[in-house]
């Protein structure tokens, strides 16, 4: 039973192209977390989505990003017009439902944005 | 809003060792969970403990064990008989129905351990 499986694992973006980061979840998992890492600092919440919905996007900036869960497929996370500031680490989690509170995610390997 | 602190940025332990790495945590519920991760330098995000706030009893799994002094708020982790496969970045988490789905991390430890 793979993990919640990443991709790419490094991405390298000029300023002002677009970033797509992939994320297919564990085996009958339905929800999906993405969570960004910037240097020297902790994992930070961005979007929780189920099938075809988001759920809570709070964490996630207003402006170039946003996030897709479609019924086939991995989930997108999806930078537009990046800046050197999106330079980050991108991790994935997954959870068959709304995870009990105890429930540690599954985390992905991450995905590491580099933004030149 | 809820915060989590990891005031070591850098701890060493020599091989066969015993270490505590410190982690400390603001809020104002009373039910809430927290987690210590590991995050070795292939990036994994890897679950190594868990606490219930409501459990007095401190959580252990085999060579890691937690104090967790809820008065205190606090939530440090020791590892025992140190190996050198627990070198990596350490992260202590925080959830709660107040947070909904989501985890608040610490900035992390990076655990070093000596041959």
């Known amino acids: 039973n793979a993990g919640v499986m990443q991709n790419p694992r490094h991405l390298v973006r000029r300023r002002g192209q677009e970033a797509r980061l992939r994320c297919s979840p564990m085996?009958?998992?339905?929800?999906v977390y993405w969570y960004r890492q910037l240097p020297e600092e902790g994992l930070k919440f961005m979007v929780y989505?189920?099938?075809?919905?988001?759920?809570?996007e709070s964490g996630m900036p207003k402006e170039r990003f946003s996030a897709e869960f479609p019924k086939e497929g991995p989930s997108i996370l999806r930078i537009q017009q990046v800046v050197r500031g999106d330079s980050a680490a991108y991790f994935c989690?997954?959870?068959?439902?709304?995870?009990?509170?105890?429930?540690?995610?599954?985390f992905g390997s991450g995905t590491r944005l580099t933004v030149v | 809003a809820q915060t989590v602190t990891q005031s070591q940025p850098e701890m060493s332990v020599q091989e066969a060792e015993t270490v505590t790495l410190s982690c400390t945590y603001d809020?104002?519920?009373?039910?809430?969970?927290l987690f210590w991760y590991k995050q070795p330098p292939s990036r994994q995000m890897i679950l190594v403990i868990r606490?219930?706030?409501?459990?007095?009893q401190n959580a252990t799994e085999n060579r890691f064990s937690v104090n967790f002094q809820k008065a205190a708020k606090s939530f440090s982790l020791k590892i025992s008989d140190s190996q050198l496969g627990d070198a990596a970045m350490y992260f202590c988490?925080?959830?709660?129905?107040?947070?909904?789905?989501?985890?608040?991390f610490g900035t992390g430890t990076s655990l070093t351990v000596i041959p």
């Open positions: 989690a997954s959870s068959p439902q709304r995870g009990r509170l105890n429930y540690g995610y599954t």
């Open positions: 085996k009958g998992h339905s929800h």
């Open positions: 989505l189920q099938k075809e919905n988001i759920i809570d």
């Open positions: 809020t104002s519920e009373s039910d809430y969970y």
């Open positions: 606490q219930e706030a409501y459990k007095q």
């Open positions: 988490a925080y959830r709660s129905e107040g947070t909904g789905n989501q985890f608040y």
